[in-house]
């Protein structure tokens, strides 16, 4: 047994803090705080305390520093990726948490037998967080540095043990663990009172809780220390991760978040904490399920992409104004050269073919991605080429189908368009389509795909590079397609926002022909001034001079 502590010896903000709390005849969480911060705590106070060599599966270290009867204080220590489990503290009333680090916290509600998220947010170093008997939280270290924090915990009427009973809840085993000791994700069974049937989770808070608990056991693995069956607890867990039962827990997550008509979210605080714990459960089905990465941005996309974006949209509007350019310009397929830049998976390419009569050895796709052409090539000639490198070639008609030309940047996108003009033969054409300025008001965040086996969810926004404006677009997909539930970060991506009349004007100096510009779904003619259309969608068709 410890000897009991001299609080005189101890440093001398932590004496001030004891004297202030011993004269307090009432203590309320936010006076506790108030009290910390006035006591004006280091993190080189607590040198003494600091544990960092703790035992892993501890998932953080945790030292008394004084027991005052009524009140307890604490040191935690932190090494990157430590993690508490999501607990309260017991018969605690009041308390305060310093932090010294770049900790993250989160805050979950318990209610009507449910457990859920409210927050989860970085803490600024040197933040005071007050504790309450109702408090369920949780705190981590995502950071590569290591970190102190300073806890204190009170109870009046109580002489000892007043974070004694806390509990622990474990969202994967649905169960509430009962502990007097530290709130551990694997918690020794010498450490556990009693368990108790935990609260139904919501999805996000459920799989926040078992990518933590697998990146914790994983981290014990990678340590190299000899912890029998830990490789057949890993794999339990992500059997349980990537099960298909999870798949329609998500789906009635987002049932009420979600806008049917729009794709559009709208509880924006919910979204934002669903993106946090689809983007970390990624990561780690990235690193401990799929064996290879080529660097390719669209190395796990592409076999996706035609579910979720290429079928809808050459259903919606690519099609039909394809149907509709070939007997408004009177071309024939059947005799027709053609080369389509940024082919993608050829699925556009494919119905080119089969319905349109274009012959398949007058075709060639070309794309930059690997990934894509691999798909591609299933179904039409397709070979991995930047169009800013071609030259010497004639081509009938040069196509660029889904707004292609908008990933490169403004100066490639120009270059691009005299590339392709001068590939196109005197008298051929150039049809495509992109996207409007505006076209981040009908954007969704959730497409469900064709089949319903992918959920893609996708967050837009509007930013400005050297005077120019683009759409971000930061996407992930969840899928069902491989008979598990897989969820991957496909990242961001840039798309420039010309306006209209200005991509009209540098079409009309690379091919010195007539440019037509129509929205790509009425059809309708825009003018030589428009900044945009009401689909946000437009056609565009560029004579060479002949």
Known sequence: MNAP??????????????????????????????????????????????????????SYGRKLVFDGGFFEMMCMSWNPGDCSGIHDHGFTQWGAVQIFGPAEHSVFLVRDGEISTLSRAPVNPGTAVAVGNQLVHQMGNPSS????????????????????DARIYDLVNREIRRTDGGVFFLLPENMIKRREQAPAPDFLTWLRDIVEMIKRLDK??????????????????????????????????????????????????????????????????????????????????????????????????????????????????????????????????????????LANDRLL??????????????????????????????????????????????????????????????????????????????????????????????????????HFTFQRSEILNVSRQSGKMLITNEGRHLRFLPPVWRLRQQFEAAFRGTVDIYDAVSLEPLGPQADTCPSTRYLLIARKEG
């Not at 004496?15 to 004006?40: F, K, N, V, Y």
């Not at 050269?337 to 080119?352: D, K, N, Q, V």
């Not at 292609?404 to 392709?420: I, S």
């Open 145 to 164: 540095t290591q970190f102190l924090t300073f806890h204190l915990y009170g109870c009046h009427g109580r002489s000892h043990g007043i974070t004694a």
């Open 365 to 466: 796709g070309i794309d930059k991605s690997e990934a894509m052409v691999q798909v591609a090539s299933r179904r039409i000639t397709a070979r991995s080429e930047d169009i800013l490198a071609l030259e010497g070639q004639e081509w009938d008609i040069t196509y660029c189908g889904l707004n292609v030309f908008q990933y490169l940047t403004p100066e490639q996108c120009e270059q691009a368009l005299k590339v392709t003009a001068d590939i196109t033969k005197p008298g051929g054409l150039f049809i495509g389509d992109f996207i409007t300025p505006d076209h981040l008001r009908v954007y969704p965040h959730v497409i469900h795909s064709k089949t319903g086996n992918v959920i893609s969810l996708r967050h837009p926004d509007l930013v400005e590079r050297e």
């Open 5 to 58: 502590i001299n609080k005189h010896s101890l440093p001398f903000a932590i004496q001030d803090l004891i004297r202030a709390l011993e004269e307090e005849d009432e203590i309320t969480p936010r006076r506790a705080q108030e009290l910390l911060i006035q006591a004006e705590l280091k993190e080189d106070d607590l040198a003494p305390w600091a544990d960092f060599d703790h035992p892993l599966p501890d």
């Open 220 to 357: 014990i693995r990678r340590s190299g220390i000899n912890t029998p069956g830990i490789d057949e607890q890993i794999q339990d867990r992500l059997e349980q991760m990537t099960s298909l039962d999870n798949w329609n827990r998500l789906e009635a997550d987002l049932q009420g978040q979600v806008d049917d008509n729009t794709g559009h979210m709208n509880d924006m605080g919910y979204w934002h904490l669903l993106r946090q714990e689809l983007i970390a459960a990624a990561g780690l089905q990235k690193r401990l399920l799929i064996e290879q990465d080529s660097g390719d941005p669209f190395f796990t996309y592409a076999e996706l992409y035609d579910d979720v974006i290429g079928q809808p949209c050459l259903d919606e509007f690519i099609a039909p104004y394809l149907r509709w350019v070939l007997d408004k310009y009177h071309i024939d397929f059947t005799t027709t050269r053609l080369l389509s830049i940024g082919c993608g998976t050829g699925l556009i390419e494919a119905f080119m073919v089969k319905e349109l009569g």
